[in-house]
């Protein structure tokens, strides 16, 4: 039997701006950069998880907003099936700036491990399933936008084939300081929102 799905819960950040479901939770006026945004918001969060200051930028925006989708639906308490479908279209392209920038330095040619591990944008996905204990499927594409078509087809396979009882999912995206945005969302047989094309699709274009 077909199952009916919905979008449980969802979050965004972008313009140094946390919002869950639609209402602003938090904002940094006063952040200069990314970096500073992300640190601020940790600490809102009042998290304990030493190893965030090690990620990269794309790793920490992952990082966040899933936590707050799956902290505040509880998913875990449902299930532990719960697989996830990311996508962007810088790829880990900040990062893999900051390796090549190593490698061009000859007079101080030391490239770091601790940047390098960080050149594939699944890492963040993968700091989520380490956090949160998730062995079930995931996967991170690249394309030009985010493809809301695309996104509802793979959700809902992955729940009507019952490789996974529900699906975080979204598009974290960083290319630099200024141009980064996460939509991060949970996909579930639990919710009020269908989960569709056109629904995904108003609620990443809805100007908070």
Same mark, same amino acid.
């Given at each position: 039997?077909?199952?009916?799905?919905?979008?449980?819960?969802?979050?965004?950040?972008?313009?140094?701006?946390?919002?869950?479901?639609d209402?602003?939770?938090? @904002?940094?006026?006063e952040?200069?950069?990314?970096?500073?945004?992300?640190?601020?918001?940790?600490?809102?969060?009042?998290?304990?998880?030493?190893?965030?200051?090690?990620?990269?930028?794309?790793?920490?925006?992952?990082?966040?907003?899933?936590?707050i989708?799956?902290?505040?639906?509880?998913?875990?308490?449902?299930? =532990?099936?719960?697989?996830?479908?990311? &996508?962007?279209?810088?790829?880990?392209?900040?990062?893999?700036?900051?390796? #090549?920038? &190593?490698?061009? *330095?000859?007079? %101080?040619?030391?490239?770091?491990?601790?940047?390098?591990?960080?050149?594939?944008?699944? !890492?963040g !996905?993968? =700091?989520? &399933?380490?956090?949160? #204990?998730?062995?079930?499927?995931?996967?991170?594409?690249?394309?030009?936008?985010?493809?809301?078509?695309?996104?509802?087809?793979?959700?809902?396979?992955?729940?009507?084939?019952? @490789?996974?009882?529900?699906?975080?999912?979204?598009?974290? *995206?960083?290319?630099? %300081? @200024?141009?980064?945005?996460?939509?991060?969302?949970?996909?579930?047989?639990?919710? @009020?929102?269908?989960? *569709?094309?056109?629904?995904?699709? #108003?609620?990443?274009?809805?100007?908070?």
């Open positions: 039997m077909k199952k009916d799905l919905y979008i449980k819960a969802h979050c965004k950040i972008k313009n140094n701006q946390l919002f869950f479901n209402e602003l939770l938090f @904002k940094d006026e952040a200069e950069d990314l970096k500073s945004f992300l640190k601020s918001t940790y600490k809102f969060l009042e998290l304990k998880y030493g190893k965030f200051f090690k990620m990269d930028s794309l790793s920490k925006l992952t990082f966040l907003a899933s936590e989708v799956l902290t505040k639906t509880n998913a875990k308490e449902e299930t =532990e099936n719960i697989a996830l479908v990311f &996508s962007n279209n810088a790829s880990s392209l900040e990062t893999d700036r900051k390796h #090549q920038k &190593s490698i061009d *330095n000859l007079d %101080d040619y030391f490239p770091s491990p601790a940047i390098f591990v960080y050149t594939l944008p699944n !890492i !996905i993968g =700091e989520v &399933s380490i956090r949160h #204990q998730l062995k079930s499927e995931n996967a991170f594409f690249v394309f030009n936008e985010y493809n809301a078509d695309f996104h509802t087809t793979y959700e809902s396979s992955l729940i009507q084939s019952n @490789k996974a009882e529900a699906v975080l999912a979204g598009w974290t *995206n960083v290319d630099n %300081d @200024k141009n980064y945005e996460a939509f991060v969302y949970l996909v579930s047989t639990k919710g @009020k929102i269908e989960h *569709n094309k056109k629904e995904l699709n #108003q609620i990443y274009t809805n100007k908070n």
